[in-house]
């Protein structure tokens, strides 16, 4: 059954084995008995196309499936049997066709979520009446041609099942249209309203973005992309502007984010001539200031029907914060295509040079300094941002490396603001390696999540390999658990980097690795914080350069020129 669903997802990679024994795929739970059965499937932003597989209805221990942002169409399939099914999670992907009768007849479901789709017609009476009974959580936002019997009625009936007078009908008519009028007068005060508010944002527009060689600062609010479709609406212009010019987001008067024209982009980057990465948000590209300055310009794909929320969520955030270990947001454009200019790491990812395809990292201390510097930005994020910032994508390939080997956390696409009180989430966000289990669990948003994955690369760092093991003929595993067991036997010399020199303190290393363990602990309320984190490794620093202060050995004024003489050095 599982290995249809599988093989209907070549996204997911090649899993072999038992899914749940000895150790559960990262995308699923088991419950705990001799012969454990599946009860979870979160596969959220796996990149999954096509059809929803039928199989999935004969995993009839299932509490949870979420198949949530990916790119799934096709009508939902019949998950009648499925009885014990609680949460059913289906938004942001193409479904389309009518909302089946049978998800009215499931006894358990307390949670449907189908927003954001092509959804058409009516909504099964039984699925109807349990949701105004407040007995089922139903969303379907963002379905244009279904019918919400709660919010129009008379459009949602059926020829057969009105049995009115013409008299009836005129009265229904009539609140129809005045139903419309009063939609358009209030589309139309919000039109003029968003007029009044482009005429002050033009007139101080000045004031509000740093001064380029590039005459063309304004950013249109709307626009045709090459298809001639609307791209980009005003939300994404006029917030831009907003934060562009917030007081706390400048220094000397300046703001700290510049606002580029599509133009500026297409010169920077010599009309994205040099691209030097790619993920499923779009590409990369290598671009030049007009001070010759070096820069990383991110473009949104068209394609990523996600990214539009993910470049809102990381310019807000980049835009809030100013720490050496975390990237500098340089600008961004909102004109035509979603791109954001970050400064230029020189050395690439760490992820890149731990697998051989960057930077070479050999000696151990290069490798513990970028271990402190993360942990350094990681602790800034969450005890000293206000409101705190919870990163919630930490992986060895969002941290990257300047010219000096010096480490800075990227990416706050699917970050988390901790200004509400309570963080439960429906959507499981990170990648496969890196998700905390109690997050998989709960799906709590704390801490704990960013902790854990900080443990996944520090484990990483040690030996060398990805977060998941592949070797030919056996089953993948998780890196923390193949470490944890040679570990455990005092095997450390099997877990080490090959690529490492054995110049090297086996006393830090073994504290690392002691580190690396608490982090990925089964209970969050187990592992250490940030700031403990990076006081621990900050110790096993100091043990491994023998300096008698690591905060002041490892102050900014120190690190950056030796670092600099080890690079010259090599």
């Not at 004031?207 to 380029?212: A, E, I, P």
């Not at 950013?219 to 609307?230: E, F, I, R």
């Not at 590209?285 to 996600?306: D, I, M, T």
Request: glycine fraction near 6%.
């Amino acid at each position: 059954m599982l290995r249809e669903i599988i093989n209907a997802f070549p996204s997911l990679g090649s899993w072999t084995g038992d899914p749940c024994l000895p150790y559960a795929y990262n995308w699923l739970t088991c419950n705990n008995v001799s012969r454990p059965n599946i009860y979870t499937i979160s596969l959220e932003n796996h990149n999954l196309h096509g059809a929803i597989p039928n199989q999935f209805n004969s995993l009839k221990h299932l509490t949870e499936l979420s198949l949530a942002e990916n790119m799934l169409n096709g009508s939902i399939p019949n998950l009648g049997d499925l009885q014990n099914l609680k949460i059913l999670d289906l938004h942001d992907n193409q479904l389309s066709g009518s909302i089946p009768d049978f998800l009215g007849d499931l006894p358990a479901l307390t949670t449907l979520n189908l927003a954001n789709n092509n959804l058409s017609g009516p909504i099964p009476d039984k699925l109807q009446q349990k949701a105004t009974k407040s007995e089922i959580n139903l969303s379907i936002a963002g379905n244009t041609a279904l019918c919400n019997i709660q919010e129009n009625q008379e459009v949602c009936k059926t020829d057969t099942s009105v049995n009115e007078t013409n008299n009836n009908g005129k009265k229904n008519r009539v609140a129809l249209i005045g139903g419309l009028t009063a939609v358009a007068v209030f589309v139309l005060l919000v039109v003029l309203a968003l007029l009044f508010y482009c005429l002050c944002w033009k007139r101080r527009k000045q004031q509000t973005l740093v001064d380029t060689e590039v005459p063309s600062q304004q950013v249109k609010s709307t626009h045709a992309d090459n298809s001639g479709t609307q791209d980009n609406d005003t939300y994404y212009s006029s917030r831009a502007c907003e934060m562009a010019s917030r007081p706390e987001h400048s220094k000397n008067g300046e703001s700290l984010a510049q606002l580029f024209s599509y133009n500026d982009i297409i010169s920077m980057t010599e009309n994205l001539a040099n691209p030097i990465g790619e993920g499923a948000f779009g590409t990369v590209y290598y671009g030049l200031l007009k001070e010759r300055q070096p820069v990383a310009v991110k473009v949104l794909s068209k394609n990523s029907w996600q990214g539009k929320r993910e470049f809102r969520s990381e310019v807000e955030f980049l835009s809030t914060t100013q720490h050496k270990n975390v990237v500098q947001l340089l600008g961004f454009c909102t004109e035509r295509e979603l791109v954001i200019v970050y400064e230029y790491m020189m050395n690439g990812s760490l992820s890149n040079s731990l697998r051989g395809r960057g930077k070479t990292l050999s000696l151990w201390r290069d490798r513990l300094r970028i271990a402190v510097d993360v942990a350094r930005g990681l602790e800034y994020l969450h005890e000293h941002c206000s409101p705190p910032i919870i990163h919630r994508d930490v992986k060895s390939n969002n941290i990257l490396l300047d010219e000096n080997l010096v480490g800075k956390i990227s990416d706050f696409g699917i970050s988390k603001s901790m200004k509400e009180d309570y963080h439960q989430t429906t959507i499981i966000r990170g990648h496969r390696g890196y998700i905390d289990p109690e997050y998989l669990t709960t799906k709590v948003v704390t801490y704990n999540i960013d902790v854990y994955a900080f443990g996944i690369v520090l484990f990483e760092i040690v030996t060398g390999k990805p977060p998941i093991i592949k070797e030919t003929g056996k089953p993948e595993t998780a890196l923390y658990q193949w470490a944890r067991y040679h570990v455990d036997r005092g095997e450390l010399s099997v877990i080490l980097d090959p690529c490492l020199s054995s110049d090297m303190k086996e006393e830090s290393l073994v504290k690392v690795i002691e580190i690396a363990i608490s982090c990925v602990d089964r209970q969050g309320d187990k592992r250490p914080t940030m700031d403990e984190v990076k006081s621990k490794l900050q110790k096993a620093l100091h043990i491994e350069l023998g300096a008698r202060n690591t905060d002041a050995y490892y102050s900014e004024e120190m690190v950056l020129p030796m670092r600099a003489s080890h690079l010259n050095a090599r």
